[in-house]
């Protein structure tokens, strides 16, 4: 029995736990982003509200 079949499979999930994590990655910092802007422009907002009232 040769033992090649079982260390290519390995490799292959491998692989693809690698590139999952990648994609994991990749997903949570996008989300990351996309929430700090939104937070940033609801801050803005508040600013601008805040000196119209005062003018």
């Known amino acids: 029995m040769s033992l090649i079949p ?5 490799f292959m ?3 693809f736990a690698i590139i999952i994590g990648v ?3 990749i997903y949570t910092w ?3 982003f996309i929430s700090l802007k ?7 907002r ?5 000196m119209d ?3």
């Not at 079982?6 to 390995?10: A, T």
């Not at 939104?38 to 803005?44: F, I, R, V």
């Open 6 to 10: 079982y260390v290519s499979i390995f």
């Open 23 to 25: 994609f994991y990655l």
């Open 53 to 55: 009232k005062s003018q």
């Open 13 to 15: 999930v491998f692989y």
């Open 46 to 50: 508040e600013i601008v509200k805040k």
């Open 38 to 44: 939104k937070e940033q422009n609801d801050l803005l």
């Open 30 to 32: 996008v989300n990351k």
